[in-house]
């Protein structure tokens, strides 16, 4: 064999090597290596999707349980009292009936008005009462800085606007949300109603319920009624804002012999 033969066949030995070479598979080894690596990144990815949402889930659960149902609309609008009269303090005009009359009271804040033959039956409004909370309130976020506020705002209207309540950027807004609240609202797929059904939750928890609420909406006056029947007659607590000023809210305590009393009552509010 001379030198160029020798030379041509080399390279065709190299050649075979290195196609033979490339035509070896991934060892087994390498295979369960990209396949444990793939595993886990699947597996890292399901528990950072699942984890949060069970472990929320389980929380909301507890504070919001099945029994839990919105508060209705006060719906009795249709109830007027004949020869009912009209008075008004400096931040309502109502209609009381015939038999009750103004109690002078050494309180400003305070306005009464009592029936002549039954000491028990009584309208008072309170002037100045403790106010409700904003939920979106910038007070609420003071240890933040305006810049990461203003990143949050948007994401913070998300989370509470994701259940159709409304946005709770006021005193009566924020009542309202709360007493919407339902536990068929609660969504394991939505981490954004759950954050918002656990805020919510947590407030009513905190709540002193007197009787049934009620969410009082009319041209006039909103707020929030809590009635209830006690013995022969019936009692209501109305926290009450005027529709343009829904940070502001003031008191009626009513105790009446009926529910048509109360009712007409109620309906004759205007707020000033």
């Known amino acids: 064999m001379n030198e160029i033969e020798r030379i ?6 190299r050649r075979t090597k290195a196609n033979q070479s490339a035509a070896v598979p991934e060892t087994p080894r390498k295979k369960k290596k990209w396949r444990i690596i793939i595993c886990v990144l699947v597996m890292l990815m399901l528990l950072f999707f699942f984890v949060p949402r069970i472990l929320l889930w389980n929380i909301v659960k507890k504070i919001v349980p099945d029994g839990c149902t919105r508060s209705e609309y006060y719906a009795e609008f249709d109830a007027v009292g004949d020869g009912y009269l009209p008075v008004e303090t400096e931040f309502i005009k109502f209609s009381v009936p015939p ?5 002078k009271e050494n309180d400003s804040s305070k306005t009464v008005y009592w029936d002549k033959s039954n000491p028990e039956i009584t309208i008072s409004v309170y002037n100045e009462v403790p106010e409700y909370p904003v939920i979106l309130d910038r007070s609420n976020f003071s240890s933040m800085s305006d810049d990461t ?3 949050l705002e948007p994401l913070l209207k998300e989370v509470f606007g994701s ?3 409304g946005l709770p950027d006021s005193s009566y807004h924020s009542l309202k949300c709360i007493h919407l609240l339902d536990a068929s609202d609660r969504s394991f797929w939505s981490l954004k109603k759950l954050c918002a059904i656990w805020v919510y939750g947590l407030l009513k928890q905190e709540m002193d319920l007197i009787g049934k609420p009620y969410i009082y909406e009319s041209e006039n006056a909103c707020g929030i009624l809590q009635i209830l ?3 022969n007659d019936i009692f209501c607590f109305a926290s009450l804002y005027h529709p343009e000023r829904l940070n502001e809210n003031m008191v009626m305590i009513a105790r009446l012999e009926t529910p048509e009393a109360l009712y007409s009552v109620l309906n004759s509010i205007e707020m000033k």
Do not use: R
């Open 8 to 13: 041509l066949h080399e390279d065709a030995v």
């Open 99 to 103: 038999t009750m009359i103004y109690q």
């Open 149 to 151: 506020y203003e990143m």
């Open 163 to 165: 259940l159709g309540y």
């Open 229 to 231: 029947e006690i013995e």
